[in-house]
Structure formats: C-alpha cells, structure tokens
C-alpha cells in the first residue's frame, strides 16, 4: 500500500519561510518522479514544482526563485523548500508521486499552508 505523508505546514508571516517534508512508502521511492502541488480555496489544483528520477526539476513559474524541491531517496523523502513566501501562497499542498514528470499515480493527504499580509 502506497503511502505519501506530508508535514511541515503551518502559519508564516510574508517574506518567512517553510520547509515541507513528504514521507513514502509502499514505493520504489528511487524509481518514481516526486512532486508538490497546492490547491487554494476556489481554485484547481495546480503544479508547484515537480524532482523527477534523474533531477530534472519542473516549477511554476509563481514560485521560481523562491521554492527548491529536493529529494532524499535513502530517507524515502521529498522536500519543498519555500522562501519569501506571499499570501498569494497560501494553499493546501500535496506531494504526489509519478511515472512521468507529468503524470500522478499517487497523492498525499496534503498540509495547510497560510501565509498572512
């Protein structure tokens, strides 16, 4: 059974920053493209920045300059790093999981993110 856990949301002031963290099992985490995707209240979910198996990295322009995604695969976790974060930022973030960079085979349950003026 496949399994993404994502932690590190929270509240932040703008211009802070966060760091979230996306836990997998039940995966062959080395075998699969990682990616972050958010969601705001209204609106369709939306890619923020997707790792794939070789490290190429795919990001919303919104966010380039400002969010980092890495991986660790000997910790089975992918991470997004957020910086000089906007209100325009919050949203409910997910982490998935892939065979391409551009298609998801699994979703997390998603953490809250809000970012306050």
């Known amino acids: 059974q496949v399994q993404l856990v994502e932690s590190g949301g929270g509240w932040v002031q703008a211009g802070g920053s966060l760091r979230l963290s996306c836990a997998a099992s039940?995966?062959?985490?080395?075998?699969?493209?990682m990616g972050w995707y958010r969601q705001a209240p209204g609106k369709q979910r939306e890619l923020v920045a997707v790792?794939?198996?070789?490290?190429?990295?795919n990001y919303a322009n919104s966010v380039k300059g400002r969010f980092t995604i890495s991986r660790d695969n000997a910790k089975n976790t992918v991470y997004l790093q957020m910086n000089s974060l906007k209100p325009e930022d919050t949203a409910v973030y997910y982490c998935?999981?892939?065979?391409?960079?551009?298609?998801?085979?699994?979703w997390g349950q998603g953490t809250q993110v809000t970012v306050s003026s």
């Open positions: 790792l794939s198996i070789g490290g190429r990295t």
């Open positions: 039940g995966i062959i985490f080395s075998a699969v493209n």
């Open positions: 998935s999981a892939g065979g391409t960079m551009t298609r998801v085979d699994y």
